[in-house]
C-alpha cells in the first residue's frame, strides 16, 4: 500500500493512478490522517440486447383479455377500500 500526502499526491498523480491501475492501493493522507483511497475503475459489463429476445419464454391463456369485474376496476380507479 502506498501511503502520500495531499501535496505529493498532486506532485505525482500520473504516477499514483498508474499505480492505482496496477491493482495497487494509494491512499491519500491529510498529514497523518488517511482521508482518500484511490482505486481503479471497472467499467461495467454492458450486455448486448436484442428486441424480441425473450420471445416463447412466456404464456398467459386468452382470458387474459377479458374485461375485468365491476369490483376489481373500481379497486383500480381508486374507488373503494
Do not use: C
Not at 12 to 20: E, N, P
Not at 46 to 67: C, I, M, N, T, Y
Amino acid at each position: 500500500m502506498t501511503i502520500v500526502t495531499v501535496h505529493q499526491a498532486k506532485t505525482h498523480l500520473s504516477k499514483l493512478i498508474a499505480a492505482a491501475e496496477r491493482g495497487e492501493d494509494v491512499v491519500i493522507a491529510r498529514g497523518t490522517k488517511a482521508a482518500v483511497r484511490l482505486i481503479r475503475y471497472d467499467a461495467p459489463v454492458l450486455v448486448e440486447r436484442s428486441f424480441g429476445a425473450l420471445k416463447g419464454q412466456g404464456a398467459f391463456d386468452e382470458s387474459f383479455f377479458d374485461p375485468l369485474p365491476d369490483e376489481e376496476l373500481r379497486l383500480w380507479n381508486g374507488e373503494g377500500d
